[in-house]
């Protein structure tokens, strides 16, 4: 068996130490490794596990309850037993221990959240924004777009003019992993691109390759689309801010109501998985239970306790 005479928080700053200097990782993910490994040392402590071949799988089993009854949610709790997997290989590397306590633990699995989404008359309020000046036009031209082909933030800031065919109603965007997809593009968005083309070239360098640009005339910025977002969303009396991923959801959404495709989702969302898509397929049916209740005579669910009640 290993003898280790290091004390558990020198052997922990030792494992920090690695992952600065060897790993060269942020100091925002050290300190999640910190934060992770000092709730372990704080157990430890708590249950007088005065060598590092104490803490067993056992101790690891109760470590996860204690954090669990604590309020810590799935994800939480998976990123911090990622993070004694990972301590612990280092121990074993080391000579410090023979076997990895962590290995075969499972955090309880996180509840999948559906992503929140614009019912259509929503997402036609949020669009339709009033006003000829520089920034309302490119605001406008810049939600409409969003919303009509589904794009993703990165993809909106990376459209270049020579990207988007006014004419043929399209526009090449390039996704994640470099890969392209041609997408069509409606007539509203269509639309309100020609609008602010009609102001684009008065604030953009000469030089500017950007379709969308800030007005300093370079190429608009993420936080400022989402910057500029919020403020759209006050504008236009949501209820809730409005996130460009949003915009999104909100297309897929509409899209499989309408369509019932799968794969046509896919293919114009640049999923790789279509199993990323199928989240979509609980909102369609989210929907399809709302419109069910509220127009089927017998389908309401709610009832008044009286109802059941004979005389």
Same mark, same amino acid.
């Given at each position: 068996m290993?003898?280790?005479?290091?004390?558990?928080?020198?052997?922990?700053?030792?494992?920090?130490?690695?992952?600065?200097?060897?790993r060269?990782?942020? $100091?925002?993910?050290?300190?999640?490794?910190?934060?992770?490994?000092?709730?372990?040392?704080?157990?430890?402590?708590?249950?007088?596990?005065?060598?590092?071949?104490?803490?067993?799988?056992?101790?690891?089993?109760?470590?996860?309850?204690?954090?669990?009854?604590?309020?810590?949610?799935?994800?939480?709790?998976?990123?911090?037993? @990622?993070?004694?997997?990972?301590? *612990?290989? *280092?121990?074993?590397?080391?000579?410090?221990?023979?076997?990895?306590?962590? $290995?075969? =633990?499972? +955090?309880?699995?996180?509840?999948?959240?559906?992503?929140?989404?614009?019912?259509?008359?929503?997402?036609?309020?949020? &669009?339709?924004? +009033?006003?000829?000046? *520089?920034i @309302?036009?490119?605001?406008?031209?810049? &939600?409409?777009?969003?919303?009509?082909?589904?794009?993703?933030?990165?993809?909106?800031?990376?459209?270049?003019?020579?990207?988007?065919?006014?004419?043929?109603?399209?526009?090449r965007?390039?996704?994640?992993?470099?890969?392209?997809?041609?997408?069509?593009?409606?007539?509203?968005?269509?639309?309100?691109?020609?609008?602010?083309?009609?102001v684009?070239?008065?604030?953009?360098?000469?030089? $500017?390759? +950007?379709? *969308? &640009?800030?007005?300093?005339?370079?190429?608009?910025?993420?936080?400022s689309?989402?910057?500029?977002?919020?403020?759209?969303?006050?504008?236009?009396?949501?209820?809730?801010p !409005?996130?460009?991923?949003? =915009?999104?959801?909100?297309?897929?959404?509409?899209?499989?109501? @309408?369509?019932?495709?799968?794969r046509? !989702?896919?293919?114009?969302?640049?999923?790789?998985?279509?199993?990323?898509?199928? !989240?979509?397929?609980?909102?369609?049916f989210?929907?399809?239970?709302?419109?069910?209740?509220?127009?089927?005579?017998?389908?309401?669910?709610?009832?008044?306790?009286?109802?059941?009640?004979?005389?």
């Amino acid at each position: 068996m290993p003898i280790n005479a290091l004390p558990l928080a020198a052997e922990v700053d030792a494992f920090t130490q690695y992952l600065r200097i060897e790993r060269q990782l942020s $100091e925002r993910t050290l300190d999640a490794y910190r934060r992770d490994l000092l709730k372990l040392q704080q157990y430890a402590d708590s249950r007088n596990l005065n060598n590092l071949n104490a803490i067993n799988h056992q101790e690891l089993r109760l470590l996860l309850a204690q954090q669990h009854r604590a309020g810590n949610g799935g994800k939480t709790l998976a990123r911090g037993l @990622s993070a004694l997997r990972s301590f *612990f290989r *280092f121990a074993i590397k080391r000579g410090w221990l023979n076997t990895n306590p962590a $290995e075969g =633990l499972q +955090a309880p699995k996180a509840p999948k959240k559906l992503p929140k989404t614009l019912d259509a008359d929503q997402a036609g309020q949020f &669009v339709q924004l +009033a006003g000829d000046d *520089f920034i @309302s036009l490119r605001d406008g031209a810049m &939600v409409e777009l969003m919303y009509s082909s589904g794009l993703r933030l990165a993809e909106l800031v990376g459209t270049n003019i020579k990207d988007i065919d006014l004419a043929g109603a399209s526009i090449r965007v390039t996704g994640k992993g470099n890969k392209q997809r041609e997408l069509p593009v409606g007539r509203f968005a269509i639309n309100a691109v020609k609008r602010y083309l009609t102001v684009r070239d008065l604030h953009a360098n000469s030089d $500017e390759l +950007a379709l *969308f &640009v800030s007005k300093r005339g370079n190429r608009i910025s993420h936080r400022s689309v989402q910057a500029r977002l919020e403020q759209v969303s006050l504008r236009q009396g949501m209820e809730q801010p !409005v996130h460009p991923h949003m =915009l999104r959801h909100s297309f897929a959404s509409h899209m499989l109501e @309408s369509s019932s495709d799968l794969r046509l !989702v896919q293919e114009l969302l640049g999923h790789a998985n279509i199993s990323t898509t199928q !989240v979509y397929t609980h909102l369609d049916f989210q929907h399809l239970a709302k419109v069910y209740d509220s127009a089927h005579p017998r389908a309401q669910r709610r009832r008044d306790n009286s109802e059941d009640k004979q005389d």
